[in-house]
């Protein structure tokens, strides 16, 4: 039939297209090893026709003596040795660990909006916030910490430093047990909490816990919003680049607490419905000898900051509303400022880890853009061909959404992060780890895979890190995820009617 034969020749087409694709690929990104192994090959077979005089003969002509051979020995080793002290030195992960909140901190639905009504007496805010769960991507079983569970909220120093403690101290006691780790053992610490940053600071709250060293470099960062975790990762490296033989300890939360907000502004409403309790604790470390039982090497951390943007610098702020209830308002301009953000960040780690086709087809429209017709389309590159593995910080469905359309992602693609917000919601700057503690429990992670960790926060930045697996990681037990793995991946409707 005409029809059948015109979905034929369609079809026909795309599969030469895809194994044109796939040919030009492959030329590109082995070009210097089809042109080597040709000039190697025909050197090797010359030599070999030549006999033992003539060999001998050309080695003659050369007229090396011994303090030629010596100098030239000389120059390589003092070339190798300064290539060697001047690189940068290899980051492990060595492990990490997620906290998982206990069952009596769930938060169903039904639960948060009879809080919410016994709260509030405006049936406005109530009903909007009924719509933002019913849209959210959030599951049943998400957890707020004890405070919030008063009604009304107990949003006390106290209680404040409660919370702080449950969720470090856990996620800390979990790594130490599973990597063995000594607190005289940690060189360096890094903690980040955007939204309450008492004194003593956190990372004093942990020395004092952990009775770690004296002379620990220890840094608390706050107010850098849902990407601080890669901040704090940056951080870390960089002290690991200055420090030899060194173990850095990363912890990474959000204090929920503190924050609830008692007013009707719709905008600072969304995180009391989004935000939930969680932290995440990292072990990093420079040592070699920690590169047999490491899980990854950190390859790159890029860092965008949009903030000189009055727009970016305010869409994500905390502020008093007209009551004097002070919150967290979320811009409507917020998605668009998000994609602009990711733009410039990937237009700086596409080189770091593209292969040289997708580099070339870039250049090639950008050129073609610029010479020929400014109507062409801009070449988005393949970050699949990349990275194995994506994991978008879990802010929201509508995060996830505009990430995975931008990037042309698939469903399996973004479904760590997908399920990590249905599990667990938005638990800022520490989602990125449940997103990778959901990899590794489905199994999927494999010695050589490619991470690629993406981060947004207020001021408006956007973060990327890379990671490479070092060894096939076997399916933990005791995780975040280790009760409830096999019941994911989960169908998430569009609506969920309340």
């Given at each position: 039939m005409p029809?059948?034969?015109?979905?034929?020749?369609?079809?026909?087409?795309?599969?030469?297209?895809?194994?044109?694709?796939?040919?030009?690929?492959?030329?590109?990104?082995?070009?210097?090893?089809?042109?080597?192994?040709?000039?190697?090959?025909?050197?090797?077979?010359e030599l070999a026709r030549m006999g033992p005089g003539e060999l001998l003969t050309l080695w003659r002509s050369l007229q090396l003596d011994l303090v030629h051979i010596l100098c030239s020995a000389f120059l390589v080793v003092f070339v190798g040795t300064v290539y060697f002290m001047s690189r940068p030195r290899p980051v492990y992960l060595v492990d990490y660990s997620c906290y998982k909140p206990p069952p009596s901190c769930r938060v169903p639905f039904a639960?948060?909006?009879?809080?919410?009504?016994?709260?509030?007496?405006?049936?406005?805010?109530?009903?909007?916030?009924?719509?933002?769960l019913e849209r959210s991507g959030l599951g049943e079983e998400t957890c707020l910490p004890p405070a919030n569970h008063y009604i009304p909220p107990n949003p006390s120093m106290e209680a404040s430093r409660a919370e702080a403690q449950l969720?470090?101290?856990?996620?800390?006691?979990?790594?130490?047990?599973?990597?063995?780790?000594?607190?005289?053992?940690?060189?360096?610490?890094?903690?980040?909490?955007?939204?309450?940053?008492?004194?003593?600071?956190?990372?004093?709250?942990?020395?004092?816990?952990?009775?770690?060293?004296?002379?620990?470099?220890?840094?608390?960062?706050?107010?850098?919003?849902?990407?601080?975790?890669?901040?704090?990762?940056?951080l870390a490296r960089d002290m690991l680049q200055v420090h030899p033989n060194s173990n850095a300890l990363v912890v990474s939360t959000e204090i929920i607490t503190p924050n609830f907000y008692w007013g009707t502004r719709?905008?600072?409403?969304?995180?009391?419905?989004?935000?939930?309790?969680?932290?995440?604790?990292?072990?990093?470390?420079?040592?070699?000898?920690?590169?047999?039982?490491?899980?990854?090497?950190?390859?790159?951390?890029?860092?965008?900051?949009?903030?000189a943007d009055d727009r970016a610098y305010r869409c994500v702020y905390e502020e008093e509303d007209e009551q004097g209830h002070s919150g967290i308002s979320l811009s409507k301009e917020l998605m668009a400022i998000a994609g602009d953000a990711l733009k410039s960040n990937i237009t700086t780690i596409g080189p770091l880890v593209l292969p040289m086709s997708e580099q070339l087809l870039f250049f090639f429209r950008l050129v073609g853009r610029k010479v020929i017709n400014k109507k062409w389309k801009p070449y988005i590159p393949d970050f699949k061909l990349a990275f194995e593995h994506f994991c978008i910080?879990?802010?929201?469905?509508?995060?996830?959404?505009?990430?995975?359309?931008?990037?042309?992602?698939?469903?399996?693609?973004?479904?760590?992060?997908?399920?990590?917000?249905?599990r667990f919601g938005n638990t800022?700057?520490?989602?990125?780890?449940?997103?990778?503690?959901?990899?590794?429990?489905k199994g999927r992670m494999r010695r050589g895979d490619r991470v690629w960790q993406i981060g947004f926060g207020s001021g408006f930045k956007c973060n990327s890190a890379v990671w490479k697996c070092l060894r096939t990681v076997k399916t933990p037990t005791g995780g975040p995820w280790d009760d409830c793995a096999d019941r994911y991946p989960v169908d998430i409707p569009e609506v969920v009617k309340l």
């Open positions: 029809g059948a034969a015109a979905g034929g020749g369609g079809f026909s087409g795309s599969v030469k297209l895809k194994y044109v694709k796939l040919g030009y690929q492959y030329l590109v990104n082995h070009f210097l090893t089809l042109l080597l192994v040709p000039v190697m090959a025909a050197t090797a077979l639960t948060f909006m009879e809080h919410t009504r016994l709260i509030t007496d405006d049936e406005k805010s109530v009903r909007f916030q009924t719509r933002i969720v470090i101290f856990s996620a800390i006691d979990d790594l130490v047990s599973r990597t063995g780790l000594k607190p005289k053992d940690i060189d360096i610490l890094v903690v980040n909490c955007s939204l309450f940053s008492p004194t003593p600071s956190l990372s004093a709250m942990i020395i004092n816990k952990y009775k770690l060293r004296s002379n620990i470099r220890s840094f608390n960062l706050s107010g850098m919003g849902c990407s601080a975790g890669l901040i704090s990762l940056d719709r905008d600072m409403m969304l995180p009391n419905c989004l935000f939930r309790m969680g932290a995440a604790a990292i072990l990093l470390s420079n040592r070699r000898r920690e590169a047999r039982r490491a899980k990854y090497r950190l390859m790159h951390v890029v860092r965008t900051h949009k903030g910080h879990a802010g929201g469905r509508a995060v996830i959404d505009e990430l995975q359309k931008n990037l042309d992602l698939s469903a399996r693609h973004v479904e760590a992060s997908r399920m990590t917000l249905h800022s700057s520490s989602s990125l780890w449940y997103e990778l503690a959901y990899i590794e429990a």
